[in-house]
């Protein structure tokens, strides 16, 4: 029987390969971020408008959405029983709580002294080159490949798709696209569309989707014969000229 993937539901007979490579995108993404988030937690500041009578009172010394995100937290949404609170973990929390959960998770296998292999859970997780943003998802993007065969790995993709959402709206950043030359095999139509980080290429007519191998045999198959029909098209009509 095959399994689905806890992400897309599509057919999965091992790990979801599309969805473990936006996962590991995103992951890839976040630290390139750090440096304008850090820059953002000076606000903004200038004169009063004209006409206006300035400000009540002082401003505060940092831009609290920045510091909610980038400040220390708990690795799960706090309570908020007076409703103030913006219901996000911090991304710092929130990677070394999907870290260590995944390490809790994750067999370990080592030999004793006597040859005795022991299986057991492992109580942290280890970085390389310092507990840094990079580091932290280095790591979880390893991992990526078990995590998303587990029950819990679409709860893990949501919440760093939610995370990459807000980083993204603070920065300002939005993904590349780029519009492939080759037509929809479905609709025909000249609307495919690749993003950058995201694995399926789009038509932004139709919806169809096609994997980046099938795609380029897709085009590898039909562009001959479209640019022959446009030699052709374009003899023609300097002969009628």
């Known amino acids: 029987m095959t399994s689905r993937c806890c992400v897309c539901s599509r057919p999965a007979a091992d790990v979801c390969e599309p969805c473990v490579h936006q996962?590991?995108?995103?992951l890839a993404e976040l630290p390139t971020h750090l440096p304008m988030l850090r820059s953002l937690l000076r606000p903004a500041a200038g004169p009063p408008r004209r006409g206006s009578t300035g400000r009540a009172h002082a401003p505060l010394p940092v831009d609290l959405r920045v510091l909610d995100?980038?400040?220390?937290?708990?690795?799960?949404?706090?309570d908020d029983p007076y409703g103030d609170q913006d219901g996000h973990v911090p991304a710092g929390a929130l990677r070394?709580?999907?870290?260590?959960?995944?390490?809790?998770?994750?067999?370990?296998?080592?030999?004793?002294?006597?040859?005795?292999?022991?299986?057991e859970r492992c109580e942290e997780p280890l970085v390389r080159g310092g507990a840094t943003v990079a580091a932290w998802c280095a790591w979880?993007?390893?991992?990526?490949?078990?995590?998303?065969?587990?029950?819990?790995?679409?709860?893990?993709?949501?919440?760093?798709?939610?995370?990459?959402r807000r980083v993204?709206?603070?920065?300002?950043?939005?993904?590349?696209?780029?519009?492939?030359?080759?037509?929809?095999?479905?609709c025909a139509a000249?609307?495919?569309?690749?993003?950058?980080?995201?694995?399926?290429?789009?038509?932004?007519?139709c919806g169809h989707e096609m994997a980046p191998e099938d795609y380029?045999?897709?085009?590898?198959?039909?562009?001959?014969?479209?640019?022959?029909?446009?030699?052709?098209?374009?003899?023609?009509?300097?002969?009628?000229?």
Do not use: N
Request: aromatic fraction near 10%; charge should be positive.
């Open 140 to 164: 979880l993007s390893a991992y990526a490949p078990y995590a998303l065969t587990q029950p819990w790995g679409s709860e893990l993709y949501r919440q760093l798709e939610d995370l990459l």
């Open 190 to 205: 000249f609307a495919l569309v690749a993003t950058d980080g995201e694995w399926w290429i789009r038509c932004e007519a």
């Open 23 to 26: 996962l590991q995108a995103w």
């Open 69 to 78: 995100l980038l400040g220390p937290g708990q690795p799960l949404p706090p």
């Open 216 to 241: 380029d045999e897709h085009r590898a198959r039909v562009m001959p014969q479209l640019a022959a029909v446009a030699v052709h098209l374009l003899a023609r009509a300097s002969a009628a000229a």
């Open 96 to 119: 070394y709580g999907w870290a260590r959960y995944i390490a809790s998770e994750f067999p370990a296998v080592r030999r004793d002294r006597y040859g005795t292999v022991h299986i």
């Open 168 to 186: 993204r709206r603070m920065v300002g950043a939005v993904p590349q696209r780029t519009t492939k030359d080759a037509p929809c095999p479905s």
